[in-house]
């Protein structure tokens, strides 16, 4: 069973807080209260609150992550995670990469419909609403599967 589950982006601040709050918003609807989830980055803005495209997104979702701080993915983390959802291939790669004991552990958020999140940083909001409903459609298959 799945109790600790990380999300991982890079920057910690776009994708991974959003699948985060995401994640945790869908297990609890289901009633599945018993999981951690947290999120980290690989190249993290650590202390760096969730880019205000995001904030806003799921704002209008209902879901205030303006309290969130970037945190740097490390060794600790990795270990702890039950569980690490990745959002593109070169995620999984790295991690696996830096700290082999984890491959079996890593997947793509977009596993289950064999897809990869991109980066939506510094772009237009277009392109932030299209990575959330990726994002959706990842926690959606996810959720099935904890």
């Known amino acids: 069973m799945f109790e600790n ?3 991982v982006c890079v920057g910690n ?16 609807a289901k009633g ?6 947290n999120s980290a980055g690989l190249g993290a803005l650590v ?22 701080r970037a945190q740097q993915i490390n060794q600790e983390i990795i270990y702890k995670a039950d569980l690490i959802l990745v959002m593109e291939v070169a995620h999984k790669e790295l ?15 977009g596993e289950w ?5 991109p980066d939506p940083y510094q772009q237009e909001r277009k ?14 298959d996810w959720v099935v599967k904890i």
């Open 47 to 68: 202390g760096h609150k969730p880019d205000k495209m995001v904030i806003d997104l799921m704002l209008e979702k209902g879901i205030d992550i303006s309290d969130y």
């Open 127 to 140: 392109v932030f609403q299209d990575v959330v409903q990726l994002i959706e459609k990842g926690v959606a």
């Open 32 to 37: 599945k209260n018993n999981y951690k989830i």
């Open 95 to 109: 991690i696996e990469h830096e700290e082999p004991s984890a491959k079996g552990k890593v997947f793509r958020l």
């Open 5 to 7: 589950i990380l999300l």
């Open 113 to 117: 419909g064999n897809f990869d999140i």
């Open 13 to 28: 601040i776009c994708r991974s807080p959003v699948a985060e709050a995401l994640l945790k918003s869908a297990l609890q």
